[in-house]
């Protein structure tokens, strides 16, 4: 019987990548020259030619040029423009234009000011524009004495830059250089200074010649700071500032005001990281892809990308940029003054990677689903909480403060993991009574470690986002207790003293009145506003419930229990 011989098939080799992409191990798009080539200036060369691996390779394997993406459209390998239309073809890397330069590479003729660069533009309308100079007059008489700006400059990099590096302190610092020896500034640097100004004259204990400064105006401090935001507000108002003046200052001014929204407020649209987000994508799209350095501006991105992926974990609102964009970053020691600071941002980088992961899982997932997940997260955070303990050696109280900091936004994270189950049924999910207990747990830790160390977190300008953690936290412990799992008395001790803060600290606003009033509530007592000016609740806000959803409920960021 004969057998049938079947010959080996001989598949016709196809070139997949150029011989460059074939050596480094990359992936290639096949276009010629290909993008890789082309980032680098080399020569994009296809075909069965022998190369030598020590052929020159101008860039190294372990670096992927930015602004190259792997899943560019690719052409079928068989149809291959003529090569002699490229050779000898000098090669220059794309950039990023606007249409003012796009007419200017254009080699069109063009008549007047259209060809002039936004940064010279933005000069000529601020010091020709009538309602802009008056403005900025107004802004130069808010300017304190240089003394008090020094004392407030020093303040600034010493608490609010130890959670976001926003400003370079060696630029601010010759900026008050030229200001003492010149009495001149540029107009968009004034604005940065009395930003700063802004911030810093209501954190915490000012010193003593703030306080005479403050006192010789004859105006409270909100006021004078209220003065300086409503002016500032008006020079971004206008159209040509808004549309020239987009700067790496103009960056770092939203991303300082984003940031002292997330500190203080927590029903407001923070809507200055919005436009932070929104000019560094305009100024440069590259800010997008960071698989490698690229100086200052990296780390103003980094800087951007943390605020408001503390919004998201901290307040619980959606943020503004993609969580897949943010989870690729990596903090590098060039961009912080020492070591310790550059260990806390990539431990808060992992942290708020984390946060970001849990959100997006919640929000795309069942409770049952959630369930399978749960492990996952609770393994990368019991990993993160060894490198929080093994950083918090310092008796340095700034080291302190990023420590407690690190701690709290961990608990609030595992709160984030677990805070949900509260809402539903015991019988819709598995191990019901295992999940609440870890919120129990979980509300307590972060319950006792922001009423211990509430005063260095108001030294430090974190006390407004700190106390609506805690209160948020004790109706979800009340809400726990409801359901059977049993507090210790400290835990009224500690609502006791969060009510006392608020006291103290006078708030002229009526929602912490409510925040008050809902305290008193919590430890089983009456409302009574004999301490404080007048009601702060209507007359049909009868439950605790009804209480807790005149504060949060008109805003999004917060789980409200329903159907309980």
């Known amino acids: 019987m004969s057998t049938k011989v079947v010959k080996p098939s001989h598949k016709k080799p196809q070139v997949k990548a150029c011989l460059k992409c074939r050596l480094r191990k990359v992936k290639c798009n096949r276009q010629y020259p290909c993008s890789r080539c082309n980032e680098s200036n080399d020569t994009c060369i296809y075909g069965e030619n022998i190369v030598s691996q020590s052929d020159d390779l101008s860039t190294p394997h372990h670096i992927i040029p930015v602004g190259t993406d792997d899943r560019e459209e690719t052409r079928p390998v068989g149809v291959e423009p003529s090569t002699s239309n490229h050779i000898g073809i000098e090669r220059r890397k794309w950039a990023f234009v606007d249409w003012r330069k796009l007419v200017e590479l254009s080699q069109l003729k063009t008549k007047g000011p259209f060809l002039k660069d936004a940064e010279s533009s933005l000069i000529e309308h601020l010091r020709k524009n009538p309602s802009i100079l008056g403005i900025l007059e107004q802004l130069r008489d808010l300017l304190p004495p240089l003394g008090i700006c020094k004392t407030l400059i020093q303040r600034y990099f010493s608490r609010v830059e130890q959670v976001s590096c926003i400003f370079d302190k060696a630029q601010v610092e010759k900026c008050i250089f030229d200001l003492e020896n010149t009495n001149k500034i540029p107009e968009t640097t004034l604005i940065t200074l009395l930003a700063i100004i802004s911030v810093m004259l209501p954190l915490g204990e000012p010193p003593m010649e703030v306080d005479n400064y403050v006192a010789s105006t004859g105006k409270n401090v909100n006021n004078i700071c209220s003065e300086i935001d409503s002016k500032i507000n008006n020079f971004l108002q206008d159209e040509d500032v808004n549309r020239l003046w987009k700067t790496n200052d103009r960056i770092r001014l939203h991303a300082l005001r984003a940031q002292r929204m997330s500190r203080t407020e927590f029903r407001k649209l923070n809507t200055d990281t919005c436009i932070a987000v929104h000019i560094c994508c305009f100024k440069n799209p590259i800010f997008q892809r960071m698989h490698s350095d690229t100086g200052s501006e990296a780390k103003l991105w980094l800087t951007v990308c943390e605020i408001d992926a503390l919004d998201c974990v901290l307040n619980y609102c959606p943020p503004w940029i993609q969580h897949d964009v943010f989870s690729i970053l990596t903090p590098l020691k060039s961009y912080y003054p020492n070591d310790s600071i550059y260990e806390f941002h990539c431990i808060l980088s992992k942290l708020l990677v984390c946060g970001l992961d849990v959100y997006k899982t919640v929000h795309s997932s069942t409770a049952v689903e959630f369930i399978d997940v749960i492990p996952h997260f609770e393994t990368k955070l019991s990993l993160i909480l060894m490198d929080i303990e093994s950083n918090s050696s310092s008796d340095d109280t700034s080291a302190i403060f990023r420590g407690l900091f690190l701690k709290v936004l961990f608990w609030v994270v595992r709160k984030n993991l677990y805070q949900y189950y509260i809402t539903v049924s015991p019988a819709s999910v598995p191990n019901y009574e295992k999940l609440l207990q870890n919120l129990t747990q979980t509300l307590k830790q972060l ?58 600290t006078n708030y002229s606003h009526r929602l912490w009145k409510k925040m008050y009033d809902l305290l008193q509530v919590l430890i089983g007592g009456v409302v009574s506003n004999s301490e404080l000016e007048e009601n702060a609740f209507e007359q049909n806000d009868e439950t605790l419930f009804d209480m807790f959803a005149d504060i949060f409920d008109s805003n999004f960021n917060f789980i409200v229990p329903s159907g309980l």
Do not use: P
């Open 447 to 504: 319950t006792r470690i922001i009423t211990n160390s509430i005063n260095i977190f108001e030294e430090y300008g974190w006390l407004n986002c700190m106390l609506v953690q805690a209160i948020h936290s004790f109706y979800l412990l009340r809400i726990c207790s409801d359901k059977g799992y049993s507090l210790e008395d400290n835990i009224f001790n500690s609502v006791s003293a969060i009510q006392a803060i608020i006291k103290r």
